[in-house]
């Protein structure tokens, strides 16, 4: 039997060590699937829908090939509205996927610029695209150039070059992937998608082991058969002659005190070994009975379910219909690097041009104004830079539309002296889907601001409107308030609205300086100051309060008049910024100079006890000219 157990053993082992292995070798999954297609030659553009992408779980893998030049290829993932809002009017080529026939599938998509149409690929109507005239006599055709959409600020990622020819990605659904070139050339025209897929064998060990076990198993039982089968097949001892019979014993009489049991020997015996038997049960049961005392004494406690708050103050609700916010967090942080990248070469170089590349409004307009005064005086320092990190506060609007607005706080690095540098919070604007972000505003925060709580980046906040009367005053009121305050103090109308403590901007240009310039001017010259706020530069963005955060601009005039004839005004100090830009060290008619204040207040719901406070600001001169 031993014999036979041990050949079981050993088939049983062998079946399970070839099965791990096979399912290592010959019958081991494959590690991934691949589907691919192959769009025209022409094709400048290849949208990637997120579905096709995720038409099997696991991180996907993009290969593209077949592009003319290599170097100017791209691979670029935004989400899919941003991408056909990028596209516009450009036609492209949408790749899908069939779940039925399990391959990709490709379309030629033409959006219309008709907002009637019923395309579901139209579009808001985006910047034309140039169009070449041909000579006189022939005929008129689209020039093949495009827009390119390498270094747009629009994809959440972006791969160029030979970075672009495999790239891994976890695209969520409602993200696709834009692949093309320069805008000029056609787009890779080989697309490739590979999904992991689960090549696990966990059978496949357990089987190899279980097979080894058995197999000394199998080798133990064989040889404790031989051992066995040796000891029984050893000497014997012979016969001998035959023993007499010894005679019977007398037979047991009991005496008359004895009692005598009508069972015999057979039922004693019965009885001796009914008794161990007993024994055990009676142990058994009083063992048992010991574990129930014990159980008794020391019982097992029951959880108790305790009751849970289902209060609505701890819930969250779920947004509804939420719009996405204008950027991510690594987007933006993207985006400010190249800001700062590109803020760095222009103020290196003094060069306004370089500067409309990231900036706009106000803060280009001061920016201007400081390179020429640096032009004509190299002792005037440079504005603040734009740091590239760290963002310690990012918020973006929740939008799906255009302009977007982003508001990001980066702190500065200490100055040459190892001092701290107030904070830098700029607003960012981008116009269309094609427009990179803009700055326009770009402001120090006061030692004493206190940025109220507001929503996550990963939300979003939304834009109020300029003219809101949920405001404590309505967002495009602001400016003109505050100016009104700086001209006349605490006799203004609108100074109880305006919180005064750390207002170093209010210290610093309020009503007692404007005094104490008028009282030091000469009695031949006169000088007056009025204000003006530009249209169209509010940009205000809800809290969590209800309130807003509201960034505008306030022009000063400063104005100097000569009041007695032959008079000259000198001004000082003598080859200043003021000379510089007016290019003149005085003037016999007067002057007037224009001064910039960028703002950023904090402005309360309405009905609230809070004032409105100032949270930075950045002014400076930007124009100087000669008046009659």
Same mark, same amino acid.
């Given at each position: 039997?031993?014999?036979?157990?041990?050949?079981?053993?050993?088939?049983?082992?062998?079946?399970?060590?070839?099965?791990?292995?096979?399912?290592?070798?010959?019958?081991?999954?494959?590690?991934?699937?691949?589907?691919?297609?192959?769009?025209?030659?022409?094709?400048?553009?290849?949208?990637?829908?997120?579905?096709?992408?995720?038409?099997?779980?696991?991180?996907?893998?993009?290969?593209?090939?077949?592009?003319?030049?290599?170097?100017?290829?791209?691979?670029?993932?935004?989400?899919?509205?941003?991408?056909?809002?990028?596209?516009?009017?450009?036609?492209?080529?949408?790749?899908?996927?069939?779940?039925?026939?399990?391959?990709?599938?490709?379309?030629?998509?033409?959006?219309?610029?008709?907002?009637?149409?019923?395309?579901?690929?139209?579009?808001?109507?985006?910047?034309?695209?140039?169009?070449?005239?041909?000579?006189?006599?022939?005929?008129?055709?689209?020039?093949?150039?495009?827009?390119?959409?390498?270094?747009?600020?629009?994809?959440?990622?972006?791969?160029?070059?030979?970075?672009?020819?495999?790239?891994?990605?976890?695209?969520?659904?409602?993200?696709?992937?834009?692949?093309?070139?320069?805008?000029?050339?056609?787009?890779?025209?080989?697309?490739?998608?590979?999904?992991?897929?689960?090549?696990?064998?966990?059978?496949?060990?357990?089987?190899?082991?279980?097979?080894?076990?058995?197999?000394?198993?199998?080798?133990?039982?064989?040889?404790?058969?031989?051992?066995?089968?040796?000891?029984?097949?050893?000497?014997?001892?012979?016969?001998?002659?035959?023993?007499?019979?010894?005679?019977?014993?007398?037979?047991?009489?009991?005496?008359?005190?004895?009692?005598?049991?009508?069972?015999?020997?057979?039922?004693?015996?019965?009885?001796?070994?009914?008794?161990?038997?007993?024994? #055990?049960?009676?142990?058994?049961?009083?063992?048992?009975?010991?574990?129930?005392?014990?159980?008794?004494?020391?019982?097992?406690?029951?959880?108790?379910?305790?009751?849970?708050?289902?209060?609505?103050?701890?819930?969250?609700?779920?947004?509804?219909?939420?719009?996405?916010?204008?950027?991510?967090?690594?987007?933006?942080?993207?985006?400010?690097?190249?800001?700062?990248?590109?803020?760095?070469?222009?103020?290196?170089?003094?060069?306004?041009?370089?500067?409309?590349?990231?900036?706009?409004?106000?803060?280009?307009?001061?920016?201007?104004?400081?390179?020429?005064?640096?032009?004509?005086?190299?002792?005037?320092?440079?504005?603040?830079?734009?740091?590239?990190?760290?963002?310690?506060?990012?918020?973006?609007?929740?939008?799906?539309?255009?302009?977007?607005?982003?508001?990001?706080?980066?702190?500065?690095?200490?100055?040459?002296?190892?001092?701290?540098?107030?904070?830098?919070?700029?607003?960012?604007?981008?116009?269309?889907?094609?427009?990179?972000?803009?700055?326009?505003?770009?402001?120090? =925060?006061?030692?004493?601001?206190?940025?109220?709580?507001?929503?996550?980046?990963?939300?979003?906040?939304?834009?109020?409107?300029?003219?809101?009367? =949920?405001?404590?005053?309505?967002?495009?009121?602001?400016?003109?308030?505050?100016?009104?305050?700086?001209?006349?103090?605490?006799?203004?109308?609108?100074?109880? =609205?305006?919180?005064?403590?750390?207002?170093?901007?209010?210290?610093?240009?309020?009503?007692?300086?404007?005094?104490?310039?008028?009282?030091?001017?000469?009695?031949?010259?006169?000088?007056?100051?009025?204000?003006?706020?530009?249209?169209?530069?509010?940009?205000?963005?809800?809290?969590?309060?209800?309130?807003?955060?509201?960034?505008?601009?306030?022009?000063?005039?400063?104005?100097?008049? #000569?009041?007695?004839?032959?008079?000259?005004?000198?001004?000082?100090?003598?080859?200043?910024?003021?000379?510089?830009?007016?290019?003149?060290?005085?003037?016999?008619?007067?002057?007037?100079?224009?001064?910039?204040?960028?703002?950023?207040?904090?402005?309360?719901?309405?009905?609230?006890?809070?004032?409105?406070?100032?949270?930075?600001?950045?002014?400076?001169?930007?124009?100087?000219?000669?008046?009659?």
């Amino acid at each position: 039997m031993r014999f036979v157990l041990a050949i079981v053993a050993f088939v049983v082992a062998a079946v399970m060590i070839v099965a791990g292995i096979a399912q290592r070798t010959v019958f081991a999954p494959p590690t991934q699937l691949t589907a691919s297609v192959t769009v025209p030659d022409d094709a400048r553009y290849v949208v990637i829908a997120g579905s096709a992408l995720n038409a099997h779980s696991g991180q996907q893998t993009l290969s593209v090939s077949g592009a003319p030049d290599v170097k100017s290829q791209v691979v670029a993932i935004g989400r899919t509205e941003d991408v056909t809002a990028w596209l516009g009017t450009e036609k492209y080529v949408a790749v899908g996927y069939d779940s039925a026939a399990d391959k990709l599938t490709t379309r030629t998509v033409t959006p219309k610029a008709s907002s009637g149409s019923t395309d579901a690929t139209d579009t808001p109507t985006p910047t034309p695209t140039p169009t070449a005239t041909a000579p006189a006599g022939g005929t008129t055709e689209k020039t093949a150039a495009g827009p390119n959409p390498t270094g747009s600020d629009l994809w959440l990622e972006e791969y160029d070059g030979a970075n672009a020819q495999v790239t891994r990605m976890s695209i969520p659904d409602g993200v696709s992937v834009l692949v093309a070139s320069d805008g000029t050339k056609p787009a890779p025209s080989k697309i490739l998608v590979t999904w992991p897929v689960d090549a696990s064998t966990p059978w496949a060990f357990p089987l190899i082991i279980g097979g080894l076990v058995l197999l000394v198993i199998g080798i133990a039982l064989y040889l404790w058969g031989l051992y066995t089968h040796r000891k029984s097949r050893g000497p014997r001892r012979k016969s001998g002659p035959k023993m007499p019979k010894l005679p019977k014993a007398p037979k047991y009489k009991p005496s008359a005190d004895a009692e005598v049991t009508s069972r015999g020997r057979r039922s004693t015996r019965r009885s001796r070994m009914i008794a161990p038997a007993v024994l #055990v049960g009676a142990l058994t049961l009083s063992g048992v009975g010991t574990g129930a005392a014990f159980a008794d004494e020391t019982p097992t406690p029951t959880p108790t379910p305790t009751s849970t708050s289902t209060s609505t103050s701890t819930a969250v609700p779920k947004p509804v219909n939420q719009l996405p916010p204008a950027v991510t967090v690594p987007q933006l942080e993207r985006i400010i690097k190249r800001i700062s990248v590109s803020a760095a070469n222009a103020d290196a170089k003094a060069d306004p041009n370089l500067a409309k590349e990231r900036f706009t409004g106000p803060a280009l307009q001061l920016r201007e104004a400081n390179y020429a005064i640096r032009a004509k005086k190299s002792d005037e320092p440079a504005l603040p830079a734009i740091p590239s990190d760290p963002i310690v506060l990012s918020l973006p609007q929740s939008t799906d539309s255009w302009p977007r607005t982003v508001v990001a706080v980066i702190d500065m690095p200490k100055d040459a002296s190892g001092k701290d540098q107030a904070p830098q919070a700029i607003t960012l604007v981008q116009d269309t889907p094609r427009d990179n972000y803009m700055i326009e505003y770009a402001v120090s =925060l006061e030692p004493k601001a206190k940025v109220p709580n507001l929503a996550p980046a990963s939300i979003g906040a939304a834009a109020v409107r300029p003219d809101s009367k =949920l405001l404590a005053l309505p967002p495009n009121q602001v400016a003109a308030a505050y100016g009104d305050v700086l001209m006349n103090g605490d006799d203004s109308k609108y100074a109880s =609205l305006f919180d005064s403590d750390g207002d170093t901007l209010r210290t610093a240009v309020g009503l007692p300086y404007k005094n104490e310039r008028k009282s030091s001017l000469a009695s031949t010259a006169s000088l007056t100051f009025t204000n003006q706020v530009p249209a169209n530069d509010t940009v205000a963005m809800a809290t969590n309060d209800s309130g807003a955060i509201v960034w505008t601009d306030l022009l000063e005039f400063e104005t100097i008049k #000569v009041t007695e004839a032959g008079a000259e005004i000198t001004l000082q100090p003598a080859g200043g910024a003021t000379a510089a830009l007016l290019g003149a060290p005085g003037s016999k008619m007067g002057v007037e100079s224009t001064y910039s204040y960028q703002l950023a207040f904090y402005v309360p719901p309405a009905g609230s006890d809070a004032k409105i406070t100032l949270l930075g600001f950045a002014q400076g001169l930007v124009a100087v000219k000669e008046v009659q």
